[in-house]
T-cell receptor, first 115, second 114 residues
């Protein structure tokens, strides 16, 4: 079984300051992990993915995430927030052991950017 | 290049009715998955189809069914609609059936049951 917990439902930062969105996961197999972003009235867009290669993953728009197996974490960071980053962010885990459980999404973190 | 397209974009149905939602994957993609996103929650997995066969099913009642056609497009059917079925229904396509492969999502169909 796989699950993911996003530790913050809302995060508010000032423009130009760092962003940290926290995610912990649980998986019976070697997981694939993803971060997706959802802007209002738009589809889900993949930010980055981890699939057992390098533990530090770089994504689009300056985002990156680090896979820490010992902590079962996959936190999303960005050095400097931009107003356009305001959106809903989802941490996602997938069982790469061949199961057909689909992608398991967290409940989401709403990122607010203060001017 | 066209992305994943879903139709209709919005739909209003009455309790007890039936609904069919449609999805066209990205050209060349053979896998389609369906997700339900209730307001304020993350998407929940409903079905995955690959090469016209069901490869996975989430924890949804038998009122939910789906199929994939020879051109890899897909339909999601929901019978005997309940108020709780009101949600954004998302379709995702990927090249292969493995879940570690990147999934591309459509804009979704917003279903309202009254």
């Amino acid at each position: 079984a796989q699950s993911v917990t996003q530790l913050d439902s809302h995060v508010s930062v000032s423009e130009g300051t760092p962003v940290l969105l926290r995610c912990n996961y649980s998986s019976s197999y070697s997981p694939s992990l993803f971060w997706y972003v959802q802007h209002p009235n738009k589809g889900l867009q993949l930010l980055l993915k981890y699939t057992s290669a390098a533990t530090l993953v770089k994504g689009i728009n300056g985002f990156e995430a680090e896979f820490k197996k010992s902590e079962t974490s996959f936190h999303l960071t960005k050095p400097s927030a931009h107003m356009s980053d305001a959106a809903e962010y989802f941490c996602v885990v997938s069982d790469s052991g061949g199961g057909a459980d689909g992608l398991t999404f967290g409940k989401g973190t709403h990122l607010i950017i203060q001017p | 290049d066209a992305g994943v397209t879903q139709s209709p974009t919005h739909l209003i149905k009455t309790r007890g009715q039936h609904v069919t939602l449609r999805c066209s994957p990205i050209s060349g993609h053979k896998s389609v998955s369906w997700y339900q996103q209730v307001l304020g929650q993350g998407p929940q997995f409903i079905f995955q189809y690959y090469e016209k066969e069901e490869r996975g099913r989430g924890n949804f009642p038998d009122r939910f069914s789906a199929r994939q056609f020879p051109n890899y497009s897909s339909e999601l059917n929901v019978n005997a609609l309940l108020l709780g079925d009101s949600a954004l229904y998302l379709c995702a396509s990927s090249l292969l059936g493995g879940q570690s492969v990147q999934a591309f999502f459509g804009q979704g169909t917003r279903l309202t049951v009254v």
